[in-house]
């Protein structure tokens, strides 16, 4: 008796590759439709009670591409995290410097050539942590807030700000209220300069319009011309610059 002989489908047809099996977990509900989730490296369907294992099956053989293609995205970022130890890569003004731990009584920060490096006393990954905030930090207020200030002061707008603030926090670069106070993420101060001038931008540019009119937009656009261009770097890199 002949034996079957079983070919996948997706090897030798050409255009579609040989996938990896993906391990995914099945969450089903009230819902209506299916969805498609992809967080720490897992897959998630969420799906209707209803739905069968085939359309399940189905469903995520039909978004193979991209499953793939997100789980890579997720890795990429992940592996581009930034992380304050000895060896690791720091993107720094749109180039990828290696962090060197340096002994010395002296605690500071020098950048020489490829090297970020950070000196100060029986250094270890946390106290390096620290010193990367405090160099950024002060940084920071050397020079966002008196660029702000002269931005505020130009555009007749100084008498509104009631505060600039730095902090860091995980999702925002720049916010600000009603009441004039103007935030910043001191973070930003691993970006280029010309990035940074556009976050400077576009909060003082706040105190005119409260809003992302285009009115908003043109005023920006008046000082800071290629903002669009620095929106969409920001959106690639930003991932680089946060740390915990
Ligand atoms: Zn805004």
Redesign the pocket.
């Known amino acids: 008796m002949a034996k079957t002989k079983i070919v996948p489908l997706n090897i030798g047809t050409g255009s579609k590759q040989a996938y990896q099996p993906i391990q995914c977990e099945v969450m089903r509900s009230k819902r209506k439709t299916l969805a498609l989730y992809i967080k720490q490296q897992k897959v998630v369907v969420r799906c209707p009670w209803a739905a069968s294992n085939a359309e399940v099956d189905e469903f995520i053989e039909n978004n193979q591409d991209w499953i793939q293609e997100r789980l890579r995205e997720e890795q990429l970022i992940e592996q581009e995290t930034l992380r304050i130890e000895k060896g690791a890569k720091i993107f720094y003004r749109a180039r990828e410097l290696t962090i060197v731990f340096k002994e010395g009584r002296k605690e500071r920060i020098l950048i020489n050539g490829d090297k970020f490096i950070i000196q100060g006393h029986k250094l270890n990954a946390a106290k390096a942590k620290i010193q990367v905030e405090d160099y950024l930090i002060d940084k920071a207020s050397e020079y966002i807030i008196p660029r702000a200030k002269g931005l505020a002061n130009y555009l007749g707008v100084d008498h509104k700000i009631t505060e600039i603030k730095l902090r860091k926090t995980k999702s925002k670069w ?1 916010h600000c209220t009603s009441q004039g106070i103007i935030q910043y993420n001191w973070l930003i101060m691993l970006a280029p300069y010309s990035i940074i001038d556009y976050m400077i931008t ?2 003082v540019c ?1 105190m005119i319009h409260m809003d ?1 009119s285009r009115r908003f937009w043109n005023l920006v656009g008046s000082i800071c011309a290629d903002y669009e261009h620095y929106i969409d770097w920001l959106k690639t890199h930003e991932h680089r610059f946060w740390f915990d």
């Open positions: 720049g576009h909060e706040h992302h």
